[in-house]
Structure formats: C-alpha cells, structure tokens
C-alpha cells in the first residue's frame, strides 16, 4: 500500500515542510531567513497585516463608517441597503462606493431553508475518503464518517441537532473558533508573499457552511437567475467554459472586425479584504436567512476576535500572538 508514496520520493515528487522563508526588505532586496524565531515573527507579522486589510476599507475598523453595517449598532442600515432607501447614509461616500451599495437591493422573493436533516450529514460523510485528522479539538473527519456509516443513527442525529440548534439561534460553537492555518508554496519558491494560507476549520463546521452557504445558496441563486451570465462558478458548468468563452469572443471579434475591449481581473487576496459584517447584507439579498446571517458574522467575528494563534515550524511551536485589530468594533471585547 506505501509503494506509490515511496514511489513519489523516489522520483522526488514527495513535498515536505520549507526550511527557509524568504522576505522582501524596505529598500527592495531579499532576505533568506532560517532561524525559526525569527521566521515566526515574519509570518505573523505578514499574516497580522494581511488578514487587517479589510479595516482600511470605508466600513471598516479605520474607515469612519463601520457602524453603519454593524449588526450591534441599533442604527446600523443594513435594512435600509436591503430595501435601496439608503442614498442619504451613503452620500458622504465616493460614488464608486455608492454604486456599489445601491446593487444590494434584496433580489431573492424566498428564503432559503437552513434546516438540517439526518440524511444531509449522511449524504456528507458517508463516502467522504478519510486522509486527514486536522481537528484542533480532535473531533477528526473520521468519527463523522463512522457516525454516517453506523447502523445506529444516534450519535448523527446528536451531531445534527446541535448544528441545527446553532444555526437558529445564530451562535457558532465556541470550538468553531480555532482554525488550523497551514501555509504552501505554490511553486514559487518560499518567498513569504507567494505562500498560499489554507484554513482548516471543524468538520462539522465545514458541513454546514457548504450545506447552507454552498449548496443551497446556489442553487437557490440559479433558480431564481441572480448570477450574472459571465458567473461561470456555478452547477453544470466547468472551469473550461470560461476559457472557451473567451477565445469565442477574440474569435468572432476578429473575423467580423468589430471594436471591442476585454477586461481580465484577477482581485489579488479579494477574500481576505472582505468585511465580516457585509455578510449581512449580501447574504440576505441572495436569500439567506438573517438568523443565518448573524451566524456567520459572529462565526467570523469569534475566529479573528477571540483567537490567537501560533505557528508550527519544523515541530517547534512559536508563542501566541493576537490576531485581532486595535481599532477593532468589538474593542477587545472577545480578548
């Protein structure tokens, strides 16, 4: 069964952890570091900046507007973005950021069902492939598919009814807060810019985001036609029909010699600039329940807030460090 993997070694396509993490200085040159302290403290230094890119923007933590959109803020106009009666809150913004708000406006007539059934947690595990234990609170991918497989269904009902229990009251497990942040190199070399951050979350925490917030929404959003037709991450279509897509366009534009112009985005880190609070309202214009999406903001919320995190190099664990913002809305609250 270990010959295909000694197999790989040979042929030296095994992947192993970076001995070395290469970091760019102020004057443009390049340092190669070694040490473990201090490439701990270059990785946490990066990461701390990094995941605080959203508060510079106009409603977060450093941009004057955050409670405009916080879901604590008895005067936030989340419903006022919701229902497009918000032009006067939103004047003293840039107008590419009104436009923005303005697209808000609620399109979904139904909400989707958030609830949760024996037979979605055993259509989940059941045949999921057991390769990996990354549970901080060794709750690992196995046990769920051993509750899936069991001819006593008692431990997945037990497990679905407290996902469902959370989901209605809004409130994440407080073991939903830790995540495992593991960092690759994406065949760059280990320069500390080029790493790719993987977040490995709970199992179960993993199940219901993609039951709710990956299935259904979805589906739920080609029903009722809320995607742009140039949205080609959707059911039914493949990366491929985007590429083809495009090479029709160049085709036709050139043998008919008509004026056209195409703009190829690629929003570096777009995720990692994202406001946990404008889940709110851009869940709910898709049809997200609001329960739903409280949910979710404070699953978010409690994951930069109330942590601190280490990092792993070579079996050698650094110290804590914070992961949350100074100026952050919850004012150390979750500390």
């Known amino acids: 069964a270990r010959f295909p993997s000694h197999c790989s070694y040979a042929l030296g396509k095994s992947k192993s952890g970076f001995s070395r993490l290469i ?52 005067t936030n106009i989340i419903a006022k973005l919701l229902s497009g009666t918000a032009q006067s809150d939103i004047a003293h913004l840039p107008v590419e950021a009104q436009e923005w708000l303005t697209s808000l406006v609620r399109t979904s007539t139904t909400e989707i069902s958030i609830d949760l059934t024996e037979d979605d947690f055993v259509r989940h595990y059941k045949n999921m492939p ?60 280990p320069f500390i810019e080029k790493l790719r951050i993987i977040q490995l979350a709970e199992s179960d925490y993993n199940w219901v985001l993609g039951e709710i917030w990956g299935k259904r929404l979805g589906r739920h959003c080609q029903k009722e036609h809320s995607l742009h037709p140039a949205q080609f991450a959707t059911r039914g279509q493949i990366c491929n029909s985007a590429a083809l897509t495009t090479c029709l366009f160049f085709d036709i534009h050139q043998q ?73 809305s919850c004012g150390g609250y979750f500390q």
């Open 23 to 74: 970091v760019p200085n102020p004057d443009g040159s390049e340092t190669t570091l070694f040490a473990k302290d201090t490439i701990h403290e270059a990785l946490f230094t990066r990461n701390y900046k990094h995941y605080g890119q959203a508060n510079e923007t106009y409603f977060g933590a450093d941009g004057g507007s955050a409670p405009l959109i916080d879901p604590d803020n008895q």
């Open 130 to 189: 057991e390769k990996k234990a990354s549970s901080s609170s060794t709750k690992h991918v196995g046990h769920y598919i051993f509750a899936a497989r069991a001819a006593d269904g008692v431990l997945r009902r037990i497990t679905t009814k407290i996902a469902q229990l959370s989901l209605w009251a809004g409130a994440p497990l407080p073991r939903w807060g830790p995540c495992i942040l593991t960092m690759l190199e994406k065949g760059k070399g």
């Open 256 to 328: 008919t010699r008509e004026t056209s112009a195409v703009a190829m985005l690629d929003a570096k880190a777009c995720f990692d600039r994202n406001l946990h609070a404008m889940s709110i309202p851009v869940g709910e214009k898709y049809g997200i329940p609001r329960t739903d999406s409280i949910f979710l903001y404070r699953a978010l919320r409690v994951f930069l807030c109330s942590r601190q995190s280490r990092s792993s190099f070579t079996g050698v664990w650094s110290r804590h460090w914070p992961i949350c913002w100074p100026t952050c």
